[in-house]
Every structure is written in structure tokens, then in C-alpha cells.
């Protein structure tokens, strides 16, 4: 249900950028993302990304695509939530429609 997503993370290293498929796979979610007024975020390290959501997964998880979701009215009382979607908005207000985040390793 796009009405419980609130943002969508797009994780991909330097390596995939030039996957094709992985390519017309998130110009379709950011096309859905953007009809339905879900925020995006891309990542830029999947296997950092992975060991911080799913710490004791061996191998780690395929998290290309991460959807966070919030089934609660009261999103914007979450001081993080809150704060991330503020970003969002702001690198739209500058012409920065999908912010990339950069994961450091560990």
C-alpha cells in the first residue's frame, strides 16, 4: 500500500551503475515513487546498507530496493523521520530530486 511508504532507499555501487537492468528497474520505482509522493533516497554502498539493517544475515541480503514503511497517522512525530523527510524536501528545492547518501565502510 503506497499510503504506509514513506521513503525509498535505491542502494547501488559504482560497480552497478552500469547494469542496465538495475538501471530500468529504479527508473521504475522512482517513476511510482514520485506518482504516489514517496520520498527517495539512493545509497551508495548495498553491502554496508545490508550490514546495518540486517546485521547477522550470511550472505548478506540483496537490498537494492528498501521500503520503509510507517502504518501510523502520527509519521512526523518520529524526530528522525521527521528530519530525514525535511532533507528530502530541501534537495528537491534544489533541484536535487534523488539525494545520494554515502555509506562509509566500517
Known amino acids: 500500500d503506497p499510503d504506509n511508504v514513506v521513503l525509498c532507499l535505491l542502494a547501488a555501487d559504482e560497480e552497478e551503475a552500469g547494469d542496465a537492468a538495475l538501471q530500468i528497474h529504479f527508473t521504475l520505482i522512482q517513476a511510482f515513487c514520485c506518482e504516489n509522493d514517496i520520498n527517495i533516497l539512493r545509497v551508495s554502498n548495498p553491502a554496508r546498507l545490508a550490514q546495518l539493517l ?15 514503511t510507517n502504518p501510523h497517522a502520527s509519521q512526523w512525530k518520529d524526530p528522525a523521520l521527521s528530519q530525514l523527510m525535511c532533507f528530502c524536501r530541501e534537495s528537491r ?14
Open 93 to 106: 528545492y534544489m533541484d536535487q530530486w534523488v539525494p545520494v547518501i554515502n555509506l562509509p565502510e566500517r
Open 54 to 68: 540486517l546485521p547477522a544475515a550470511e550472505p548478506p541480503a540483496d537490498l537494492h530496493c528498501v521500503l520503509v
